[in-house]
């Protein structure tokens, strides 16, 4: 059984910075691209940014590039992710997931199989 438990969300004043974690088990965590995704309230869920199984690459939603930083450390099973300049729009849940297989490529919703129950990130003005 995949397990993900995101945390470090919480209140914050617009323009600070925020890092969130991933911590993961039940998996080889090595062999996975990990996601982050988001929702706010009555809309859908939007793809934040991927980085591959090997930690190589890294994809963000055009609206988070110069943003967002989505890191990992494969010897704690741990995924990052950091986001500077926040604004109160970035305001909702924000969710870690784990590719379908191991050693693919994931950069988009459908490619994420296990989410962790997500982490609240509210910003205020």
């Known amino acids: 059984q995949v397990l993900l438990v995101e945390s470090g969300g919480g209140l914050v004043q617009a323009g600070t910075s925020l890092r969130l974690s991933c911590a993961a088990s039940?998996?080889?965590?090595?062999?996975?691209?990990m996601g982050w995704f988001r929702q706010a309230p009555g809309k859908e869920r939007e793809f934040v940014g991927s980085i591959s199984w090997f930690g190589g690459n890294t994809y963000y939603a055009e609206s988070m590039k110069g943003r967002v930083t989505i890191s990992r450390d494969n010897a704690k099973n741990m995924v990052y992710l950091q986001m500077n300049s926040l604004k109160p729009e970035d305001t909702a849940v924000y969710y870690c997931?784990?590719?379908?297989?191991?050693?693919?490529?994931?950069?988009?919703?459908?490619?994420?199989?296990?989410w962790g129950p997500g982490t609240q990130v509210t910003v205020s003005s």
């Open positions: 039940g998996l080889i965590f090595s062999t996975y691209a």
């Open positions: 997931a784990v590719a379908r297989r191991p050693y693919s490529g994931a950069t988009d919703s459908a490619t994420f199989g296990s």
